[in-house]
């Protein structure tokens, strides 16, 4: 994603008391969904205050029922969708696997690679270097000339994380990032995000199980729109 | 520009990936022209305009590859946005990813320009070649424009192709050589009005003026700058 180094606000306001090391910070983000034709429809609230934060090395999170606002969370944070009201704050790049692919069907897994690696900026060398290794982290080496509509479910899964991480960034947003893959690429997906988190990077997943609460540095919970810590 | 030009490219590769497609961008400009351009004469008749013979034939040329531009504008833009606007976040930026996907479809645009040129070669002798080339190829650029523009904010195939059809009919009976006047809104407003005087003046072996060919070249101009904001503004981070 672009860089953030001059701090984003979406709603156009800043949050003065945010901590001055957060990789990102979200701060009473409203949003609502209008139903029906205006004005018999009604108005959803989906997100009512929500807050986090999350700081460089941290590999948090966020879950929540069906429905609960998780992926809406993340749209605003990404800058797909805007907020009705309250602030997000970034530092630094961002990447960003979206809950489904968004992939061009007839481009092969090189050609948008390809795509991505121009997209974000990086030289001819750190892009190939960059391929290289997720393609060999993620095990679909094979599949690089194999244009997206002939892959599986879970290989198309893999582009959709890779491109998110080609990059390297200092965030990362994964919008249950390892829905079809097999047990051995979850594993590897969790090898990897661990090795990142090492490294510095800020990673916040989101998803609908609690099983890897063990492998987070924290989760908040989406509930009635607010993130709650635990 | 490097960026514009490689992104550019991979929308054009992957658009000369359906075949399908490609056939029909090709054979269906041929067949409508070939086969409908002697009852538009009739039509214009019924209507009150003026389109008869040659100039008939040579509207219909510029119809085709105005519904075709249109409707290829809409599906590749809407089929590609979420994907496109991934890209434009990541770093390439919603004007960028405009021009890329305007410039690959620009050129398949031609391609079909090309498709209704050499039916019309087929069905009369073209005296003006580069102007009846020009002619019809503004009408694709603009439907191109129009097609791109809805695609660009309407999610839904359905609804987005009745916009992308409702806008052509109007333009086309309102337009030059279907209509007996030249007043009401809908003429004044119909975006291919210059397009199609010139191809009727091709079409009946005229030159135009150089005010005709401003006002065509403005016409295209001020669609494809529509269609790029419109692009842009869907694109763009919230």
């Not at chain 2, 003026?50 to 531009?69: I, K, P, Q, V």
């Not at chain 2, 930026?93 to 050129?107: E, H, M, N, V």
Request: proline share 3%; aromatic share 8%.
């Amino acid at each position: 994603m672009e860089d953030e180094s001059a701090n984003l606000s979406v709603a156009g306001r800043r949050s003065a008391d945010a901590r001055t090391d957060s990789v990102l910070v979200v701060t009473d983000v409203t949003r609502s969904f209008r139903h029906g034709l205006w004005p018999l429809g009604s108005s959803v609230r989906v997100l009512q205050g929500a807050s986090l934060e999350i700081g460089p090395g941290e590999l948090i999170g966020l879950v929540g029922e069906n429905g609960s606002g998780k992926s809406t969370l993340m749209k605003i944070i990404v800058g797909m969708l805007a907020a009705d009201a309250g602030t997000v704050e970034m530092r630094g790049t961002l990447g960003y696997c979206p809950q489904l692919p968004q992939l061009w069907e007839k481009l092969t897994v090189s050609e948008h690679l390809e795509l991505f690696t121009n997209a974000y900026g990086l030289d001819r060398q750190r892009g190939r270097a960059s391929t290289a290794r997720l393609l060999e982290e993620l095990d679909f080496l094979r599949y690089v000339d194999y244009r997206v509509e002939s892959l599986s479910g879970g290989t198309r899964q893999k582009l959709n994380l890779a491109l998110s991480m080609l990059h390297e960034p200092d965030l990362l947003l994964l919008d249950e990032p390892y829905a079809g893959f097999d047990w051995e690429t979850y594993l590897s997906f969790w090898a990897m995000s661990e090795q990142r988190r090492a490294a510095g990077m800020a990673i916040l997943v989101v998803s609908h199980l609690i099983g890897e609460r063990e492998r987070l540095t924290r989760t908040y919970t989406l509930r009635g729109g607010r993130c709650v810590p635990g | 520009m490097k960026g514009v030009a490689l992104t550019g490219w991979c929308f054009l590769r992957e658009q000369l990936r359906a075949p399908l497609t490609l056939v029909l961008l090709v054979v269906l400009p041929i067949l409508f022209v070939v086969t409908a351009s002697s009852a538009l004469g009739d039509f214009s008749r019924a209507l009150g305009g003026d389109a008869r013979g040659e100039a008939a034939t040579a509207l219909a040329a510029g119809w085709a590859s105005a519904f075709l531009a249109g409707a290829f504008g809409f599906f590749q833009t809407m089929s590609s946005h979420e994907a496109d606007q991934r890209l434009a976040l990541a770093g390439l930026g919603p004007a960028a990813t405009a021009i890329a996907r305007l410039s690959s479809a620009l050129a398949m645009v031609a391609t079909v320009t090309a498709a209704a040129f050499v039916a019309l070669r087929l069905q009369q002798s073209v005296p003006h070649v580069a102007h009846t080339f020009l002619a019809i190829f503004a009408y694709a650029c603009i439907y191109l424009a129009i097609g791109t523009a809805v695609g660009s904010i309407v999610r839904d195939p359905l609804a987005g192709s009745l916009m992308v059809v409702f806008i052509f009919l109007l333009d086309v009976f309102s337009g030059p050589g279907m209509s007996s006047g030249t007043s009401g809104l809908a003429t004044v407003l119909s975006p291919s009005q210059k397009a199609g005087e010139l191809l009727l003046a091709a079409g009946g072996r005229t030159s135009s003026s150089p005010g005709d060919w401003i006002g065509a070249g403005l016409s295209v101009a001020i669609a494809v700058t529509i269609a790029l904001s419109v692009f842009w503004f869907a694109a763009r981070r919230r």
